[in-house]
């Protein structure tokens, strides 16, 4: 209990920065050429200047700006979001139905880095300055610095072009009508090379991570006893250090979140996904600006979340952080 | 030791220093080699690299030289990253100034507004950026620059609370120096090496950034970019896959570079952290 305490007076600590996001990001829209009316009468091939004020008393943007983000706050206290002309929907349904290819995305590759970045990180600590150390941390490097877009691209040309192993993009097969296991599994195949594109880069951070914080724990005297006791080395990593070494690793995966969300609209773009983050890119090219602000609000609220599952993951791990508040 | 004797000590820092100069000799040397407009026609299209000894890259989907475009893009990706990471190292260093000498409510203030940066996407921020302010050479820079500096005014917070009660400061005080003073005559010389150390991270985030934003062309199209070159070549992907690959290999060879030297400065400076 004392657990979820600590974690929502830190989640409650950031709905001000969730207004100060929102205020800020608002004013700066009103600095943008063009409103929301002007791009719809750009789509329906112009209209005269009765039809455009009409328009903008319909959307309430003939009011002054202070009332204009007085109104768009009162309303998403409401959980409204406004409406999008674009797609001619509440911008809510249109992000709702983005939500989840983004969602499964982030899941698979934030899994494939941890687990991964956990694994190699532990090889290449236990042979320190050793070929699997050297070896290991260089390949690192490499993804570290590889632009993640264009891991996608030369990935779609080996596997997909070449090798015609994997779709090159989309997230379901739409010409044929699959259901239950073949439907998850066709969706599953889409996502391989997504999540290994966005996950690459976070890959080479987890592990390096992992290595150095391995490479502490090992040091320290509990270790020393656990091996003066007799314990086999395999017992002694997944029993004694591993789990200590962990923290840094769970720190990460908050700090990451808002990377890794940016991290998906370049790669949503390369496979065509029908993402939250292809939505961001499609709103800025077609000036849908109400959908972009739904955007901001809907990945602060991503972020805040997944540090508020951090939060209590972290208390889980190191008993400690709740016994000293 | 002397740190240049230690970073010359590490092959990897060395190896990062020789990409680096091998950028950047790029960069000054493309006006004498590639002296042409780089986005002007200069062929046939689609030309394999090493087909033709006139284009050693080959040429990409409108009949422009691919490697004039690498050379000429190795000075646009070193000045943005460059300019963007003066920038953010700026703001950052002032803001985390102000925040870890005073203290209080300025602190407060200050790190929330750190925090909503931090909460926002970076790359969600740099679109909306975009959006509002147009994608120009001078606009994708300054974007890049806002984006990137709460990390640098996070650790130059961290060492001015650090600073700000040790005892030279609080001679300084004595002798009746002013706030300014302290700030950026005594403090900010020590505070400064870790925050240029990490300049290095910075400025690769940079360049990453903007080739992305290149890549979906909503940076500025009318300069040779490598992110720009990735994006056209994507139109062609299927058969003439290099038109992609070639500039990608020099944003992965520029990006590694900075952070090698960056990793290299950091161990030959803190030579105690590497021991670890």
Known sequence: MRILSLAGRRLAASIPTLFLILIGVFLLLQLAPGDTVDAMMAQMGGGDAATARELRRFYGLDVSVPVQLANYLWRLVRLDLGFSAIYGKPVAAVILERLPPTLLLMTSALSFAFFFGLVLGVIAARGVNRWPDTLISTVGLIFYATPSFWFGLMAIVVFSIYLQWLPAGGFEDIGVVRTGIWRVLDIASHLVLPSLTLGLIFLAIYLRIMRASMLEVLNLDFVRTARAKGLDETRIITRHVLRNALLPMVTLIGLQAGTMLGGSVVVETVFSLPGLGRLAYESVVQRDLNTLLGIVFVSALLVILVNFITDLLYARLDPRITAES | ?276
Not at chain 2, 117 to 139: D, E, I, K, R
Not at chain 2, 213 to 234: C, K, M, Q, T, Y
């Open chain 2, 1 to 276: 030791m002397g740190p240049v004797k230690r970073y010359f000590r590490s092959p990897a820092a060395v190896l990062g220093l020789v990409l680096l100069l091998i950028v950047i000799g790029m960069a000054l040397s493309a006006g004498y080699f590639y002296p042409r407009d780089p986005l002007a026609l200069a062929g046939r299209p689609l030309i394999w690299p090493f087909a033709n000894p006139r284009f050693l890259l080959g040429t990409d989907n409108s009949g422009r030289d691919i490697a004039a475009q690498i050379f000429h893009g190795a000075r646009i990706s070193l000045l943005i990253g460059g300019v963007a990471t003066l920038i953010a190292v700026t703001i950052g260093v002032m803001v985390g100034a102000l925040a870890g000498f005073y203290g209080g409510w300025i602190d407060n203030v200050l790190m929330r507004i750190t925090e909503a940066f931090q909460t926002l996407p970076n790359f969600v921020l740099l679109l909306v950026l975009v959006a509002v302010f147009g994608s120009t050479l001078t606009t994708v820079t300054i974007a890049v620059g806002i984006v990137a500096w709460p990390a640098p005014a996070r650790l130059t917070r961290a060492e001015f609370l650090s600073l700000r009660s040790r005892e030279f400061v609080q001679a300084g005080r004595t002798l009746g120096m002013r706030d300014t003073q302290l700030m950026l005559r005594e403090i900010l010389p020590n505070a400064l090496p870790p925050v240029i150390v990490y300049a290095g991270v910075v400025m690769a985030v940079a360049i990453l950034l903007e080739s992305a934003l290149a890549f979906l062309r909503l940076s500025d199209a009318n300069v040779a970019s490598w992110g720009n070159l990735i994006g056209l070549g994507r139109d062609v992907l299927r058969v003439q896959w290099y038109v992609s690959a070639i500039p990608g290999v020099a944003i992965l060879i520029t990006v590694l570079a900075v952070s090698l030297v960056g990793q290299g400065l950091n161990d030959a400076l803190n030579p105690r952290l590497k021991q670890r």
